[in-house]
T-cell receptor, first 116, second 112 residues
């Protein structure tokens, strides 16, 4: 069974600086998708970025980018120019490309604190 | 505005009572999902539905039931058989099971 691990329960960063959140996963599959979701204090889950395993190029969305290392099964999220609005829980999630239920497997989350 | 709505935002229940959480979407998505979130944990899948009148159990379906009579609606009933129902419940939908999931604002259920 697939698992997702986020080893950093909490991270803090100074406003305007860069922070990297870690995520590792375990799978025997070769085709899958990886996601980072953000959950602010409102608790609404918001998709930040997605990565297809078959793509070598790392996904980027404005100030958010990933470092996808398929062989190492690592999928870290880099947030550049951190803003106060980035403060939230960040969850890494995995989804098989072949599993018929398309279930998302979630990490336990990392709480990101932005220091003004 | 297109989106997913969940109601109520906060819900209190006495032990032994069944309670139904509402989830509605106007995104014309085929697939809908229910997750449970406990403190310090990731989301866990309760039930999902990829098409009207069909749904499947997730990892923690015991003590819960769902229906999918309309494409827009996927209500979740928390029954008295659920031993520890106090949690935050999130509903999600996606165009199909292959696509990104979009989430509603959630319902916080507390059993008194």
């Amino acid at each position: 069974a697939q698992t997702v691990t986020q080893s950093q329960p909490e991270m803090s960063v100074q406003e305007a600086e860069t922070v990297t959140l870690s995520c590792t996963y375990d799978t025997s599959e070769s085709d899958y998708y990886l996601f980072w979701y953000k959950q602010p204090p409102s608790r609404q889950m918001i998709l930040v970025i997605r990565q297809e395993a078959y793509k070598q190029q790392n996904a980027t969305e404005n100030r958010f980018s990933v470092n996808f290392q398929k062989a190492a099964k690592s999928f870290s999220l880099k947030i550049s120019d951190s803003q106060l609005g980035d403060a939230a829980m960040y969850f890494c999630a995995y989804r098989s490309a072949w599993n018929s239920n398309y279930q998302l497997i979630w990490g336990a989350g990392t709480k990101l604190i932005i220091k003004p | 505005d297109g989106g997913i709505t969940q109601s109520p935002k906060y819900l209190f229940r006495k032990e032994g009572q069944n309670v139904t959480l509402s989830c509605e979407q106007n995104l014309n998505h085929d697939a809908m999902y229910w997750y449970r979130q406990d403190p310090g944990q990731g989301l866990r899948l309760i039930y999902y539905s990829q098409i009207v009148n069909d749904f499947q159990k997730g990892d923690i379906a015991e003590g819960y039931s769902v229906s999918r009579e309309k494409k827009e609606s996927f209500p979740l009933t928390v029954t008295s058989a659920q031993k520890n129902p106090t949690a935050f419940y999130l509903c999600a939908s996606s165009i199909t099971g292959l696509n990104e999931q979009f989430f509603g604002p959630g319902t916080r259920l507390t059993v008194l």
